[in-house]
């Protein structure tokens, strides 16, 4: 997976571009009649959705959208900037449930599956660090939307944003899990369950089951209940209601 991180470009051009500031060199049509900052960016979103993040340059996204790579620059500084604006522009895409008169749990559960569709959709977005989260519209509006999941629950406003933090942190780990199950899966060409096959009559070989007792009889159990090592919407399913139970003792139990 990626190590690319937003904010990484120029944060003065990076706002103007993701605000679309009328008078940002760029925001607008550029040499080539009818190209726009959204159209350049809607080709990388397009390429990293195909091939992953790291496809993205500045070079084939030139080509996707007809120009040279050149001229390009004259939209976007660069692929920091480009990142950017890709993540703001999927956060923009995102479907938002009606929150309002709903049990809180039901409201969190809605956040997590929000996010986790966001990331089924475009895998490459959970490999991308957001410590340093780009600033632009679809970011607030996605925040502003989220902090409502926990709104009215006698949370102050630190630990509102740090429960929505600790939730969206678990959902953006599940999701790069289960993309790299996903990734070695394409490139191995065989299931998890065909990998096993291949390689028990080694393991039956070489494991000592005495030597190893608990890891011998858990790890059968797991594997016969996932039919494989690991299991992405197992530890999805499990590590949320967990997630749920841990909020529940600040919410519920007044424990803080």
Known sequence: MGSDGSSGGDPARTLELLWRDPNAKGTQRGPRQGLTVDRVVAAAIELADAEGVQAVTMRRVAQ?????PMS????????AELLDLMLDTVYVQMARTDLSNKPWRIRVEAVAQENRDLYERHRWAATI???RPPLG???MAKYE?????FAGLGLDDVEMDAALTYLLSFVQASARSAAEVASIQRDSAMSDEQ???VNAPFLAHVFDE?????????GAAAGAAHRSAYSPTHAY??????VLDGLGVLIEGGSK
């Open 237 to 242: 399913e499990f590590g949320l209601r967990r």
């Open 129 to 131: 660090s957001t410590s």
């Open 137 to 139: 519209p679809g970011l």
């Open 210 to 218: 005495t030597k190893y007792p608990t890891a011998a009889r858990v």
């Open 72 to 79: 390009l620059y004259t939209y976007v500084p660069g692929k």
């Open 195 to 197: 990998w096993w096959a």
């Open 145 to 149: 939307h989220e902090l409502t999941a």
């Open 64 to 68: 996707a959208v007809g120009v040279a």
